[in-house]
Structure formats: structure tokens, C-alpha cells
């Protein structure tokens, strides 16, 4: 089981430019979360996908966009990128819910370091 | 929406010693986890704990839904155990989490 994994590791764009982040799911899992985390803060959730619709989404802006596939994998669009887009972009799978209806455990990727200069 | 507050945010600990990290969240959840980050930002999944106590190994961790808190202790500490600590809570269907600003812990030797 090859995990989570997101591409790529690393970024570099300049101010204004658009940037696309994918991630491949556990396998199993069919919902897909990203989070942007700034240095010295904990992860902030941008928004979450499942059956290739956005379920919920956090408090950013419409520049943010996502996509999911029908193989669950998703990719996370930024668009006009400022200076304070800068930072670790992380994904996450898990299932929606189990057989009993709860929420299950998270597993993240590695992440995608993002620097606009 | 739920406010999640840990505590300390730092801590230092010499090689050995026990340490207890807290996790207070501010409304009913029916998911939390803990995470250790390490160094290059990988997120470690330590603990799937909405409720009840579970130990593995040198950890273990307990939550009180009803009092809503959850702790993390850690036991005769490494130095590999240096790093930052999360915990994340969700509420609802799916797992959107919150997450804790983070106890930074450091292991001297």
C-alpha cells in the first residue's frame, strides 16, 4: 500500500501564476481534504472532495479550487498566486464513513512545499 | 466553529522523562487525532482516539468526549521523538478537521 502520495515535493511560481497540486488517495479511501499549513502553524483545512463533488469547504477564497477524479485522486488549482500562498500543502484520505457511520481515521501525504516569489 | 486549544506550546524535556501533552476542544466531536510532524513536515498518525484511552508503545492517550479533552502522554522520551505534536478533531459526516496550533516538544540528550 503506497500511501497517500502528492506531487510535486517541491514548487517555486512567481506572483500571478497558477499552480496545480495532485494527490493520489490510500487505497480504499474515497475522500480527499486538503489543508494549507504556514510556517509555524497548524494546517488549515481548504476543502474537502467526495464522489467528485466539493462537500465542505474552509475560509478561503474562490482562487482555490479542486478537482476530484473517478479514481478518487484529486488535484488542489491556485489561481493569481500571492506571496502568502507560500506554504506546505497537504492532503489527506479517508472515508467518507464506515459501516457504522462515523468518521474514520485521516492519512496524509507528504506534502507539497510552495514558495511565490 | 470548534475552536481546538493545546497545551504546553512548548516544551523541553531531557532524555528520559514523561511529559503530557493536552488537547481542550470547544464543542462535541466525534473524531480526534493525534499526529507528530517531523522535520520535513510528514504528518505521523499516532492516534485515531474520539474517545477512550490507547497505548502504543511509549504513548498512550486518553479522551473525555463529555469533559471535551483529550491527553497525549509520552513516556521515557527519545530525542526521535522531538518534533511538533497535533491534534486535529472533526464533527459531522467526513472528516473535516480542525487542527490545534501544536505543542512543539524538544528531547535534549
Known amino acids: 500500500d503506497a500511501g497517500v502520495t502528492q506531487s510535486p515535493t517541491h514548487l517555486i511560481k512567481t506572483r500571478g501564476q497558477q499552480v496545480t497540486l495532485r494527490c493520489s488517495p490510500k487505497?480504499?479511501?474515497?475522500?480527499v481534504s486538503w489543508y494549507q499549513q504556514a510556517l509555524g502553524q497548524g494546517p488549515q483545512f481548504i476543502f474537502q472532495?467526495?464522489?467528485?463533488?466539493?462537500?465542505q469547504r474552509g475560509n478561503f477564497p474562490d482562487r482555490f479550487s479542486g478537482h476530484q477524479f473517478p479514481n478518487y485522486s484529486s488535484e488542489l488549482n491556485v489561481n493569481a498566486l500571492l506571496l502568502g500562498d507560500s506554504a506546505l500543502y497537504l492532503c489527506?484520505?479517508?472515508?467518507?464513513?464506515?459501516?457504522?457511520?462515523?468518521?474514520?481515521?485521516?492519512?496524509f501525504g507528504q506534502g507539497t512545499r510552495l514558495t511565490v516569489v | 466553529g470548534i475552536q481546538v486549544e493545546q497545551s504546553p506550546p512548548d516544551l523541553i524535556l531531557q532524555e528520559g522523562a514523561n511529559s503530557t501533552l493536552r488537547c481542550n476542544f470547544s464543542?462535541?466531536?466525534?473524531?480526534l487525532q493525534w499526529f507528530h510532524q517531523n522535520p520535513w513536515g510528514q504528518l505521523i498518525n499516532l492516534f485515531y482516539i474520539p474517545s477512550g484511552t490507547k497505548q502504543n508503545g511509549r504513548l498512550s492517550a486518553t479522551t473525555v468526549a463529555t469533559e471535551r479533552y483529550s491527553l497525549l502522554y509520552i513516556s521515557s522520551s527519545q530525542t526521535t521523538d522531538s518534533g511538533v505534536y497535533f491534534c486535529a478533531v472533526g464533527k459531522g459526516g467526513g472528516f473535516k478537521t480542525i487542527f490545534g496550533a501544536g505543542t512543539r516538544l524538544f528531547v535534549k540528550a
Open positions: 487505497s480504499g479511501h474515497d475522500t
Open positions: 464543542d462535541s466531536v466525534n473524531n
Open positions: 489527506a484520505s479517508s472515508l467518507l464513513q464506515d459501516s457504522g457511520g462515523r468518521n474514520t481515521e485521516a492519512f
Open positions: 472532495y467526495y464522489e467528485e463533488e466539493e462537500r
